[in-house]
């Protein structure tokens, strides 16, 4: 079993940063990748990054390359979201998740999610 619990969120201006964490519990953290992805009001679920098992490999959504990198502290069991120049259409509901057993875009793969933190950014 592992535990998730994001922290983070807020309100920010367009333009502004914010850096979302994701502290695990249970399993040992560095067996297993991490994602996060994210749902605004009367959308799907959208896949945002995710990181391998040992942060050496990373993968963002287009709509968030250059802008959001996912990073992670296996000695902290935590992972990261750092998210810059954020847009309106950035709010949204952010959700990590753990364990992929297949794609990592696909937040059916995962076996376990976070309670969320909201990101909220004002134009």
């Known amino acids: 079993q592992v535990q998730l619990v994001e922290s983070g969120g807020g309100l920010v201006q367009a333009g502004g940063s914010l850096r979302l964490s994701c502290a695990a519990s249970?399993?040992?953290?560095?067996?297993?990748?991490m994602g996060w992805f994210r749902q605004a009001p009367g959308k799907e679920r959208e896949y945002v990054a995710a990181?391998?098992?040992?942060?050496?490999?990373?993968y963002c959504a287009d709509s968030v390359k250059g802008r959001f990198t996912i990073s992670r502290d296996n000695a902290k069991n935590t992972v990261y979201l750092q998210m810059n120049s954020l847009k309106p259409e950035d709010t949204a509901v952010y959700y990590c998740?753990?364990?992929?057993?297949?794609?990592?875009?696909?937040?059916?793969?995962?076996?376990?999610w976070g309670q969320g933190t909201q990101v909220t950014v004002s134009s």
């Open positions: 998740a753990a364990d992929p057993l297949g794609n990592y875009g696909l937040g059916s793969s995962y076996r376990y």
């Open positions: 990181i391998s098992w040992s942060g050496g490999r990373t």
């Open positions: 249970g399993r040992t953290f560095s067996s297993y990748a």
